[in-house]
């Protein structure tokens, strides 16, 4: 206990955290709104603050409160035919991408989460989505890249929410297959990182801090996501998206 009031101390005088609260705050909305969002704005500014190592398990140890949080209401909304085979599929490759994770050379790493995130803004925003069908081979083989991509970057999201967003579904049931998928994916990718021995005082110290601010603003998204219209909800989480790729790769 000690040592995590220690850390807490010095975590509020170095400057890093009071960025970090303002990021997950607009995580913590743009998540309750869309279904996602956690991973792929808390991943990139989380590994600039502080590094891979100690980022990418801060944001799994939000991502997995917050999937607790939003899960109920989504469970019977989503479509658990499709979404279950690929959230299995993901849990079974994060491992393997765990080993990228806690051996990989951190600004490298840092740089390709910068990269990833800006390809899929950019994806988003021209408008490309998978419209063919969503046979059960496909499906896993979707989920074992997203179980990859978890387990060595924190982000799973881009191959999943190009892939689903592209079907018939409503928003509200785009919306909660997204947080299923997140929700059996949150379980899984937090135990690599344990065992690895990256989840220590200095990572709790943070999660203190910050998880109160993600819960807080989740309900704010999702009231949000019936009052503001979709097109301009999307136009400025893409905004948001590119301009974070690019200063995780810069930077």
């Given at each position: 206990?000690?040592?995590l ?10 400057w890093?955290?009071?960025?970090a609260i303002?990021?997950?705050g607009?995580?913590?909305v743009?998540?309750?709104?869309s279904g996602?969002?956690t991973a792929?704005?808390l991943?990139?500014a ?10 990418v398990?801060v944001m799994?140890l939000m991502?997995l409160?917050?999937?607790?949080q939003?899960l ?6 989503a ?16 491992p393997?991408?765990?080993?990228v ?17 800006l390809?899929?803004?950019l994806?988003?925003?021209s ?8 046979p059960?081979p496909l499906n896993?083989?979707v989920?074992?890249l ?5 387990g ?8 999943v929410i190009?892939y ?14 997204l ?5 059996t994916?949150s379980?899984?990718?937090?135990i ?44 400025l989480?893409?905004?948001f ?10 930077a």
């Open positions: 206990m000690n040592a009031l220690a850390d807490l101390a010095v975590l509020f005088a170095d890093r955290i009071w960025v303002v990021v997950t607009i995580a913590g743009m998540r309750g709104y996602f969002g792929v704005l991943a990139p989380y590994s600039v603050l502080w590094g891979p190592r100690i980022g398990p799994l991502e409160a917050v999937s607790i939003l109920p209401k989504a469970f019977g909304q479509d658990r035919r499709v979404i279950l085979p690929i959230g299995a599929a993901a849990c079974l490759m994060t393997f991408g765990a080993f994770l806690l051996t990989a050379d951190q600004d490298v790493l840092r740089r390709a989460i910068g990269g990833l995130v390809v899929f803004g994806l988003l925003a408008g490309w989505r998978y419209h063919g069908a969503r059960l896993i083989a989920g074992g997203a179980g990859l991509l978890k060595a970057t924190g982000i799973s999201g881009p191959p190009l689903m967003l592209a079907g018939p579904e409503a928003a509200k049931q785009h919306r909660a297959n947080i299923l998928f997140f929700a994916i379980v899984i990718s937090i690599p990182p344990a065992i690895g021995g990256l989840i220590g005082f200095n990572v709790i110290a943070k999660l203190v801090v910050l998880l109160p601010v993600m819960l807080l603003c989740v309900p704010i998204g999702v009231r949000l996501f019936h009052v503001i219209p979709e097109r301009l909800y999307k136009r989480a893409l905004i998206l590119v301009a974070t790729g690019v200063v995780t790769l810069l």
